[in-house]
């Protein structure tokens, strides 16, 4: 079951350098390490950022 969306940025660890990271955060801010976001985020975020596009334009 999907609990309801929370907002708080969760903390994982760096697969290379074990330094804990935002799970935001597309890159390592410790050792540099690219962290790629899972295709479901990326597709969320591209949906959220056209859902504010179109409110955006009909208030106008
Ligand atoms: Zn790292």
Redesign the pocket.
Known sequence: MMNARKTEIRLEE?K??K?Q?ASTAEV?P????RLKPPPTVVFLVFVIVMLVFIIFVSQL
Not at 30 to 33: L, N, R, T
Request: aromatic share 0%; net charge neutral.
């Open positions: 760096c290379v350098c330094g990271i390592c410790h050792c540099g390490a």
